[in-house]
């Protein structure tokens, strides 16, 4: 039995990501216009047609495309996004319901902080 070393993996994430994108999907799609291919280079490059590429991941209504695991692991060994895809992952299944909701309840204290003091400064220009 061959043994191999225990890799290690160190994850820099946002937890914001599943609230722009509700599905990996979409943020799949969102990482296509990213990469240095275009997206007609990578659709053939994971045995896809341009159009089909399109269709699995915009999904439109009553489409029968999906983009499904084979397709996810061809786009993973073409681009070598495969930070950005754990990326995702983590951030929408790692986080407990309490942590996002302490986040949340952050961000809006912070917004409320902000737009107290832009108040302020457009009160005092008003003089």
């Given at each position: 039995m061959t043994s191999l070393a225990p890799s290690n993996l160190t994850?820099?994430?946002?937890?914001?990501?599943?609230?722009h994108w509700k599905s990996?999907?979409?943020?799949?799609?969102?990482r296509v216009q990213e990469q240095r291919l275009n997206a007609a280079q990578l659709a053939g490059k994971m045995?896809?047609?341009?159009?089909?590429?399109?269709r699995k991941l915009k999904q439109p209504e009553g489409d029968?495309?999906?983009?499904?695991?084979?397709?996810?692991?061809?786009?993973?060994?073409?681009?070598?996004?495969?930070?950005?895809?754990?990326?995702?992952?983590?951030a929408k299944y790692m986080e407990s319901p309490d942590a996002r909701k302490e986040r949340a309840i952050s961000?809006?204290?912070?917004?409320a902080d902000e737009l107290s003091e832009a108040l302020a400064l457009l009160r005092g220009l008003q003089k």
């Open positions: 994850v820099t994430f946002d937890p914001a990501l599943p609230e990996l999907r979409e943020y799949i799609a969102f045995d896809l047609s341009p159009s089909t590429l399109s029968t495309q999906r983009f499904n695991c084979d397709d996810l692991e061809a786009y993973i060994r073409e681009t070598k996004d495969i930070a950005a895809v754990i990326a995702y992952l983590v961000r809006v204290e912070d917004l």
